[in-house]
């Protein structure tokens, strides 16, 4: 599924960025969870915004499903808050990841070009 939405900052005890999933997405969403969920409420995802790619898990909010935005993606994108991105989210299954590991983001295209996220 793919869609757009703004960057939002939470400012918690520990604080974050997300994109909100539209409506109409969250009820697609919540048919795949009872086959993809592993506890409260997340669902295992691949996102890709403008080629870069990397698994996290989506957060259930207010009824609906927020994308929390790495800070190494954002930095390798040049995007933050307030700003509008184009969101394609893949549901991984149950018990496994596509990428199997979560740390890792990767540009779509350019398998050498990745970063673990740690510098």
Do not use: N, Q
């Not at 703004?6 to 994109?19: D, L, Q, T």
């Not at 549901?91 to 990428?99: D, I, K, Q, S």
Request: hydrophobic share 35%.
């Amino acid at each position: 599924m793919e869609f757009s939405g703004e960057i939002w900052y939470w400012r918690g005890p520990a604080p974050h960025h997300f994109v909100t999933v539209p409506p109409a997405e969250c009820e697609l969403l919540r048919e795949a969870s009872r086959l993809t969920t592993y506890g409260w409420g997340m669902i295992p995802v691949e996102v890709t915004i403008e080629g870069v790619r990397w698994e996290t898990s989506l957060f259930p909010k207010d009824g609906g499903y927020i994308v929390p935005i790495k800070a190494v993606v954002r930095t390798r994108l040049g995007v933050g808050e307030g700003d509008s991105v184009t969101v394609r989210l893949d549901v991984a299954p149950r018990g496994g990841r596509h990428l199997r590991d979560t740390d890792h983001v990767t540009t779509v295209g350019h398998p050498g070009d990745s970063d673990d996220g740690y510098g």
